[in-house]
């Protein structure tokens, strides 16, 4: 979120971070208001390893939703007190996106941007000036460096925002009496109109789709006005292109726009001042089509837009290890050609596949915070990844050459992390978990399962097992049964499940913040420890009491990262960007640089969550989704947020900060919302880092890590005297698991030494599986 909302919100660190002993909560008893969702198997039972079993998945892996039943009653319903703007939001309305490039538009008075990419939009109704949509386009050359804007590498860069080189616009608009509506809400798209006189037979229907080639505005009953406010040096009527009319508009700044009026072409466009393009008189259905640049493939595909996008994705092999996903463009009007212009971003020009590469129309632009930007001829974009991470399961796991694939423990190892499991066991889980945050809950209660999993599996001692199991079951019960501090309440304005705490608690999840951290950790949680029942317990755990806690992790589930449109009670896709390539944690606050996200580690631990969560549900098409993500985001994490010193992507006074910070939509700030470090920048590094998991090293190379460490962390490593020095360590493990190994399995040490989300049980297990010990 933006930084001056962000401060009020997260304005004070939980205090409960330290707490170890708070009184234990939650009763034992099913609550008799908990509903069961409908077809849901007991959980299966396969080998402890990390063969792969062939995944059976539909044709389409988002065409299936979790689940269509509302959600459970003990989640209570409430009224947000900041309803969407613009939209409407009853309870048979659809739902409502929070954190997508929409999002703006739905909050405060709808004038904060919105990035399609290459395109910003925004509405604008300014003292003494045009009253519409206006959009621009900027360069990287005009690209803002800082603080001290000579610094190599710099903090920040942003893009010159709101420069206004049109405003889509009418007669007669004034702030007044235009008021903006959105419509058709999707995950990639949404309709928005600018309504005059509360009319809604006049208006400016402008869609907004990701990528899409044109800026695209009907007009219903309105006389076409385009202003620009960088001004107009010269307007050529160019002539016919097909049925469409064309314009050749060259504004002061000597950029070059092409324009096209197609539908109702009786109207005629006039340059009526250096800042107003008008048309001679009120429009009954003409579209207006205007793009940056002049090109053939520009004339072939003008009258044809795009007004929706919709998602779809196969396994295209039998072992998993490839998959495609497609963006399927909701085309209106008709071209020459009969395709449209698609723009993409670099992440998805490696993986298209070749019949979508044959359709390159050689046009490029530069992208706000994603390189450059490449257009192609067509209604789709296919792209196909071929190295989901299905080997990487539940075991420890790494990328280095030097893992053989499958983890060995020496008996002097597994004594090691004996004796760190005998000390952590005996750790009060209910009462540290039992706090006022979802998000340090979750890593609370992360941690104890991995403790749970790291004896039942690795150490195979079922006195320790028995000693962890049943407390963290119990702790995870109290939030399935929603008898934490702050219960969660199902929201029916925005559509979604949210804390009960008031909006600056708990880094802002009741206004939709981080969404995909908080449950990340508990969806993962309850993974680890339905598969130690599996084995250890019963199998019955996940199930028992009318499936209260499988009932709990589907609707988290269906929060973050519901597939499909069919379920009505949540957005498709909330967290996880399909077209940027990773989640945005930023709810609904208003934000100038756009939605942002500052952990990347913690984003693809929700897919893997999911991922885990989907093998013990027997959810093949899940189990996809999640590899799919996983797979994206080494992709997209490595060339926006990772950088490796032969980035390609990135400013090159940028890259060597080696990670991104806080990731915006129009902005990149090497920071945290919570500080830079004790001793440098080490919290900035290691918010990319936490919870190393087997997940970890498919994402974070070990040449990076390796690069990331001689360059910026081992110069101060042994300064830091607190729980980062444990992150920093462990993700060292990555590159290096002798190093860490020798760090982690010291006999002098320091439990302050790590976070309170990681356990010495865990990280000793990782690393010696790894290859770490002796």
């Not at 406010?229 to 016919?240: E, I, N, S, T």
Request: net charge negative.
């Amino acid at each position: 979120m933006g930084f001056s909302d962000l401060k009020n919100a997260i304005k004070k660190i939980d205090q409960s971070l330290k707490e170890k002993n708070r009184a234990k909560g939650g009763g034992r008893s099913a609550d008799k208001a908990q509903q069961s969702y409908p077809n849901q198997e007991k959980a299966y039972q396969p080998s402890h390893d990390n063969a792969q079993v062939p995944l059976a998945a539909d044709n389409d892996i988002f065409a299936k939703p979790i689940a269509t039943s509302e959600p459970p009653s003990i989640f209570k319903r409430t009224q947000h007190a900041q309803p969407p703007q613009g939209c409407s939001c009853g309870e048979s309305d659809d739902p409502v996106q929070t954190n997508n490039f929409s999002n703006n538009l739905t909050l405060g008075d709808q004038t904060f941007p919105v990035w399609t990419l290459p395109y910003s939009l925004w509405y604008t109704m300014d003292p003494d000036q045009d009253v519409g949509f206006a959009f621009n386009h900027t360069d990287a050359s005009q690209r803002v460096f800082g603080p001290d804007p000579d610094s190599n590498p710099a903090q920040f860069y942003f893009n010159p925002p709101k420069i206004k080189s049109f405003v889509l616009s009418g007669a007669n608009f004034r702030d007044n009496n235009v008021s903006v509506k959105l419509e058709n809400h999707n995950k990639l798209s949404v309709t928005s109109k600018l309504v005059l006189d509360n009319d809604a037979n006049k208006n400016v229907t402008v869609p907004l789709v990701h990528g899409m080639g044109f800026i695209t505005a009907i007009y219903n009953n309105i006389q076409p006005v385009i202003a620009s406010q960088v001004g107009v040096q010269d307007f050529k009527h160019v002539g016919l292109v097909g049925n469409v009319t064309k314009y050749k508009v060259t504004l002061f700044n000597q950029v070059v726009w092409s324009l096209y009026v197609s539908g109702d072409t009786s109207i005629k466009l006039n340059l009526q001042d250096p800042n107003h393009i008008v048309a001679d008189k009120v429009s009954s259905n003409s579209i207006i089509q205007i793009c940056r640049g002049e090109s053939k493939f520009y004339d072939d595909s003008c009258g044809i837009y795009a007004d929706s996008c919709h998602l779809q994705g196969s396994c295209t092999s039998g072992d998993g290890k490839i998959c495609q996903y497609k963006f399927i463009y909701g085309m209106k009007g008709s071209s020459k050609s009969g395709n449209g212009i698609v723009w993409c971003l670099p992440h998805h020009q490696e993986v298209l596949t070749n019949e979508i590469k044959k359709r390159d129309t050689k046009l490029e632009l530069d992208s706000t915070t994603k390189g450059l930007m490449k257009a192609y001829a067509t209604n789709e974009l296919i792209m196909e990844e071929t190295d989901l991470p299905v080997a990487v399961n539940w075991e420890p796991w790494s990328s280095l050459s030097s893992f053989k694939g499958k983890p060995s423990y020496s008996e002097g190892a597994k004594n090691i992390i004996r004796t760190a499991a005998e000390d952590e066991v005996q750790q009060d889980v209910v009462g540290m978990a039992n706090i006022d945050s979802m998000y340090t809950s979750g890593k609370i209660l992360d941690k104890f399962a991995y403790i749970a999993y790291v004896c039942h599996f690795i150490l195979q001692d079922d006195k320790l097992t028995s000693t962890i199991l049943p407390k963290v079951q119990e702790a995870i019960e109290i939030f399935a049964r929603n008898h934490q501090k702050f219960p969660l309440v199902y929201d029916l304005s925005w559509k979604g499940l949210i804390s009960s705490a008031e909006p600056g608690a708990d880094f802002g999840n009741s206004n939709y913040n981080d969404h995909h951290f908080h449950y990340g950790y508990h969806i993962h949680a309850i993974a680890l420890v339905a598969k130690v029942d599996e084995s250890f317990g019963k199998n019955e755990w996940l199930h028992k009491n009318d499936n209260l806690v499988l009932n709990y992790a589907l609707t988290l589930l269906r929060d973050v990262a519901n597939p499909s449109k069919d379920d009505k009670y949540f957005p498709q896709s909330r967290s996880f960007d399909w077209y940027h390539g990773h989640s945005f944690a930023h709810g609904i606050f208003a934000s100038g640089d756009g939605k942002d996200e500052e952990s990347s580690s913690e984003d693809y631990h929700f897919a893997y969550g999911m991922k885990l969560f989907a093998k013990i549900i027997k959810d093949s098409n899940m189990e996809v989704r999640a590899n799919l993500m996983l797979a994206i985001m080494k992709r997209s994490m490595n060339m926006y947020m990772l950088y490796s010193d032969d980035n390609k992507i990135q400013p090159k006074r940028f890259i060597k900060n080696k990670v991104a910070g806080i990731s915006f939509e129009n902005k990149i700030d090497f920071a945290t919302y919570f500080g830079r470090g004790q001793i440098a920048d080490e919290w900035i590094h290691g918010i990319h880092m936490l919870p190393i998991t087997p997940v970890s090293s498919y994402i974070r190379n070990g040449d990076f890590v390796q690069e990331e460490w001689d360059q910026k962390l081992a110069g101060i490593i042994d300064q830091i005297t607190d729980g980062w020095k444990g992150i920093l360590m462990l993700n060292f493990s990555l590159t290096n698991p002798k190093q860490s190994w020798k760090w982690f399995s010291r006999k002098d040490w320091d439990n302050t030494l790590i976070d309170n989300g990681m356990s010495r049980t865990w990280s000793l297990a990782y690393i010696a599986g790894i290859g770490g010990s002796d």
